[in-house]
């Protein structure tokens, strides 16, 4: 969930999340009780959606350590390319497809908000999640087309 640029940006500090700060996801929380759990370590992902409500708070705040530990071991690269200059600004859950406690694998369709500047935009995925060692990650996005 990162966009490409050619041309490297100036350097911006990652967004600084407090614990009582909104959490990016969407939910009606605080960052603290919300994603916040999640990030630390305190508390697991129990459905797809929700570990991708927390990645994407994760990109939000360039969680890179978290991104790397809830993304599968076949697809996962080696560090996330943050674009400074990018701030992802709200996320739109669209549909889920199983992804629940008794399910193996489910998928997120979702928009994601970014503002870089004046440009605003989003980005529309359909995201597939797998259980690896009893654990959601994410797998990868599958193709819209």
């Given amino acids: ?6 041309a490297p940006r100036s350097a911006a500090p990652a967004p600084r999340l407090l614990p ?3 959490c990016p996801c969407g939910l009606p929380a605080a960052y603290g009780d919300c994603c ?3 990030h630390r370590g305190t508390a697991a992902a129990g459905t797809a959606e929700s570990l991708m409500r927390s990645r994407f708070s ?3 705040a360039q969680d890179e350590a978290y991104l790397l530990r809830t993304w599968h071991p076949d697809t996962r ?3 996330v390319d943050f674009d400074p200059a990018l701030r992802w600004t ?4 669209v549909s889920t497809t199983e992804g629940g406690a008794f399910h193996a694998e489910g998928t997120v369709a979702f928009r994601a908000y970014w503002t870089e500047g004046r ?3 989003v980005l529309t995925e359909h995201s597939r999640f797998v259980r690896h060692e009893g654990a959601w990650v994410y797998l990868d996005a ?3 087309g």
């Fill in 58 to 60: 994760a990109f939000a």
């Fill in 36 to 38: 916040g759990r999640l």
């Fill in 1 to 6: 969930m990162s966009r490409r640029r050619s």
């Fill in 142 to 144: 599958l193709s819209l």
């Fill in 90 to 93: 709200r996320l739109e859950v």
């Fill in 20 to 22: 009582s700060s909104p």
């Fill in 77 to 79: 690269p080696d560090s």
């Fill in 119 to 121: 440009e605003e935009g």
